[in-house]
Each structure stands twice: as structure tokens, then as C-alpha cells.
């Protein structure tokens, strides 16, 4: 756009210390945290849509770290020390938005988290000793003798039924996604960090003068250093990282009459997850019904997805319950192999810091402290 103002080129347009792509949670705790090590810096977020879109206002709100038999999974395949470090940043980025926000504020809800299981799951036999070996792994961390209690007999009195076994973990919570958000959004404002909405980011480049970003609006911003905190759509300006998008499908169910239901809960390593919102049930996952389909940036719903949720809760919620579905939406996640958030230099003064695996509220806390100290080597 060559016919800006002035007033605008020195002020919103003006060159920048640092520009992060995208408002998201990751965007959004890494502003803070630059700010807060370096209060005089020059940062504004560029975020495509009116508010973030991707996941961070669009997921389950949950405040969980970890489910015993994903944990287990990941233990397996991932091995024992970089399973326990990726949970150990889950769990601390939790306690950090608590120490941050009020909980009224973000209506956090110490609830608890709950795993349920059924007697197909391949280590259904030793799960006792499996938990044993999971609260030994965790007590340093946690400083609980029992992070993970079963609790079978519980699961009647959640008005659950057709599951073997049920898990509790008390450190677990909910919260409200929006809230969150909004929460850190005005944190950060607050802080001196301008954020322009609206803008898409299509290419970089470098000159002379400092990093050139281009939008798809025709504006042209000039700064220090960029990082792009863009999760599943870091594929568009970086196909080499082969970030995989997921896109996670979300139900709602009318208000509950004598709803028991309370806590979050996990199924199936993770692939169904709900809780209650109230007195309704908040249900989501099922993409492993239907993995390529699912694997997309496309905020779309489909009905498959919503008949196996639906499908979930005929077969799991305690048939006295009387309901219909009011809400659907979707959310996309960005996954690396490996299951580890990707934070890297990527090119001189451009980082990404991308891919939370579908623990984006646990993990960007924590990624975002590591984010700006990374960035602020190179100042």
C-alpha cells in the first residue's frame, strides 16, 4: 500500500525490535515474556483474523499435562527422559497461568482430571503397577506421592457408564479458552505490545534495512527480528518443518438436568476428551476415525465426526439423561513427529516456535519464556 499516511507509517507501520505472526497463545505469552525481560523493546503481533482462530480460542479448555495412558504411549516410543521433559513443561506452564491470572478470571476450575479405561487396553493388566511407575516418575515434580489414584467406583457416581477403569488426577483443571485469552491480550497491551488484526502474512525477506514482511494486504512491515508462532499453518511459509495440521472437532450439549458430571476426562489415549460446562457436556476428538480427513487447516465440521461424538455419549453418559446437541465447532492443532514443540532458528533473526501437539494451553507458558530468551541472544 503506497498511500499510508504519515501519521501511520511512524506509528502502527513504524519499524519494529521484534514482530511475532500470530496472536495466538504462543504469540501472546511470548510478547509478555519479552516485554517483561526487556520492557523497552518495540514488538507488535500481526494476526490474520479478527482473533485468533486457530486453537487457542477453539479447543476444550483444559488444563491438563498428561493422561496415564498417553504418557505411557509416549514413554514407549518417545523414551522415558523426553516424555517426562515435555510433561514436565505442560505442568509447569499450567501452575504459570495460574500464578498469573485470577481464577475467577479465566474461570479455572481445580476440577481435576479424570482417565477412564476399558479392559482391551493392551496393558489393562498391569495398569496398577503402570501407575505405580508414573507417580514414581512424577513425584518430582509434582511433589505428590499419588499423582494418579484409580478410582474405579467413581465412575457411577460421574453418571458414566460402560467403562473398566478410571483414573484421577487431582492437579488437573478447567478453564475458559476466550477468557484466557482475553486475559493476556490486555496483559500484553498493557505492557506496550501493539497488536494489529487482520493482517496475513504471505512472505518474508531480508534487506539491508532489517527483515521485510509482507501481508496479503499490501502492508510492509521492517524489524530486528521475527518469529513466527503460527502452529499448524507453519507449513504455508516453512513446508521444510513438515508440521502435521489436526483439526479437532468439538460438541456441545443442551443443558443437563442432574448432571453428575464433573472434572475432565480422557479416553483412548487421548483421542476423546470432555468435560462439563456447567450443567451441559463439553465432548471433542474422535479424529482417529477418520486420521486423513482430519488432517487439515480447514475449520470445517463434518458429520461423521459429530455422529461418533454423539455416538460417545449415547454409550458413555448414563441413558436417564435427557439432551440435544446446541454447538459444533472445530479447532486445528499442529503435531511434529516426534510430539515435542518445535522452537528453532530458522534463519538469522527468524525463529519459529510452532507445534504443541494438542497441549497448546500447558505448553506455550513455558514455550514463550523460551522463546524470548532465544530471541534475546541475538539483540
Known amino acids: 500500500m503506497s498511500n499510508l499516511s504519515v501519521w501511520e507509517k511512524e506509528s502502527f507501520y513504524s519499524t519494529q525490535d521484534v514482530i511475532l505472526v500470530g496472536g495466538g497463545l504462543m504469540g501472546l505469552w511470548t510478547a509478555y515474556e519479552l516485554k517483561k525481560k526487556n520492557p ?9 483474523n479478527t482473533i485468533p482462530l486457530g486453537a487457542s480460542t477453539r479447543n476444550a479448555g483444559f488444563a491438563c499435562f498428561g493422561s496415564p495412558t498417553e504418557i505411557i504411549h509416549d ?25 498469573h491470572f485470577g ?18 487396553y493392551v496393558h489393562f493388566d498391569q495398569l496398577d503397577e503402570k501407575i505405580t511407575e508414573l507417580n514414581a516418575h512424577l513425584k518430582d515434580l509434582t511433589d505428590q506421592d499419588q499423582t494418579f489414584l484409580r478410582i474405579d467406583s467413581a465412575i457411577a457416581d460421574k453418571g458414566m457408564i460402560g467403562f473398566d477403569a478410571m483414573i484421577e488426577n487431582s492437579l488437573e483443571g478447567s478453564l475458559h479458552s476466550g477468557k484466557l485469552v482475553s ?17 496475513e502474512v504471505v512472505f518474508w525477506e531480508k534487506k539491508p ?29 516453512f513446508p521444510d518443518l513438515n508440521i502435521i495440521p489436526a483439526r479437532g472437532q468439538v460438541i456441545v450439549t443442551s443443558p443437563i438436568e442432574g448432571l453428575k458430571l464433573t472434572g475432565t476426562f480422557h479416553f483412548d489415549e487421548g483421542f476423546y476428551y ?28 463434518t458429520d461423521l465426526i459429530k455422529n461418533k461424538l454423539t455416538r460417545f455419549l449415547k454409550d458413555h453418559i448414563h441413558p436417564s439423561y435427557q ?25 538469522d533473526n527468524v525463529f519459529v516456535a510452532i507445534a504443541c501437539n494438542g497441549m497448546g494451553v500447558a505448553l506455550t507458558p513455558i514455550m514463550g519464556e523460551k522463546a524470548a530468551e532465544l530471541m534475546l541472544l541475538y539483540f
Not at 532489517?210 to 521475527?226: K, P, S, Y
Not at 451441559?280 to 475449520?299: M, P, S
Not at 439432551?323 to 534463519?347: A, R
Open 183 to 199: 486475559a493476556l491480550i490486555q496483559k500484553v497491551q498493557a505492557a506496550g505490545v501493539s497488536i494489529l488484526n487482520g493482517m
Open 209 to 237: 534495512q532489517g527483515i521485510i514482511i509482507h501481508t496479503a494486504q499490501q502492508i510492509l512491515f521492517t524489524c530486528n527480528q521475527v518469529l513466527f508462532c503460527t502452529n499448524a499453518y507453519g507449513n504455508t511459509l
Open 103 to 120: 481464577m475467577a478470571q479465566m474461570e479455572f476450575d481445580p476440577c481435576g482430571g479424570y482417565e477412564c479405561i476399558n479392559k482391551d
Open 323 to 347: 439432551y440435544t446437541i446446541e454447538d459444533h465447532w472445530s479447532g486445528i492443532m499442529g503435531f511434529t513427529e516426534n510430539k515435542k514443540p518445535l522452537l528453532s532458528q530458522v534463519s
Open 75 to 99: 514413554i514407549e516410543h518417545m523414551g522415558l527422559e523426553t516424555t517426562l521433559e515435555v510433561v514436565k513443561m505442560r505442568y509447569l506452564g499450567i501452575e504459570k497461568i495460574k500464578a
Open 274 to 301: 470432555w468435560r462439563n460446562l456447567g450443567n451441559r457436556i463439553l465432548l471433542g476428538g474422535a479424529r482417529n476415525a477418520d486420521f486423513e480427513t482430519e488432517q487439515t487447516t480447514e475449520t470445517a465440521v
Open 40 to 48: 523497552y523493546l518495540k514488538i507488535t503481533i500481526l494476526e490474520r
